[in-house]
């Protein structure tokens, strides 16, 4: 007699996958919330998670002295760059958006792109799918020794 093939328990591994995902970003995977009658403990009575409330970064000085305009060159460069390094494109338009707002649109922001935030300063942010996201301080705020144009 010919037994049934015994169907893989899938639910022992997304409760790790979902454990290790919390402990390196801080946040629940989306998927986990679906696996409800799957068995996963960590989906069950857990409230959907509120993100991180992002805030300016702290003071910082540049290596040297430099005008507005040398920082808008850089902020540029970093910008025309940073897809390249992987990670999605919406994603960083939506970085590139949230930076140049102010507090509250950049929350909004980061809150519907489904953006994962690591530090609440935006320098370090996941999506969805894991991709890191790394800010320099020089895209969020202006150093304390900017040199302003008279």
Not at 106 to 116: E, K, L, M, P, R
Request: glycine content about 6%.
């Amino acid at each position: 007699m010919l037994q049934e093939k015994e169907q893989p328990n899938f639910s022992r591994f997304f409760c790790t996958f979902s454990r290790h995902w919390k402990s390196v970003t801080g946040k629940k995977p989306d998927d986990c919330v679906g696996l409800r009658g799957m068995g996963c403990a960590g989906s069950r009575d857990e409230k959907k998670e509120t993100s991180k409330k992002i805030r300016k970064p702290k003071a910082w000085k540049h290596s040297e002295a430099i005008t507005r305009a040398q920082l808008m060159q850089m902020r540029e460069e970093f910008w025309d760059t940073a897809p390249h390094y992987g990670g999605r494109k919406e994603i960083w338009d939506a970085l590139r958006a949230a930076a140049e707002a102010d507090l509250s649109l950049a929350q909004a922001i980061v809150d519907s792109a489904g953006v994962i935030v690591q530090n609440p300063d935006l320098t370090i942010c996941y999506d969805e799918r894991g991709a890191k996201y790394e800010l320099p301080k020089y895209v969020l705020s202006d150093p304390t020794n900017l040199i302003r144009d008279s």
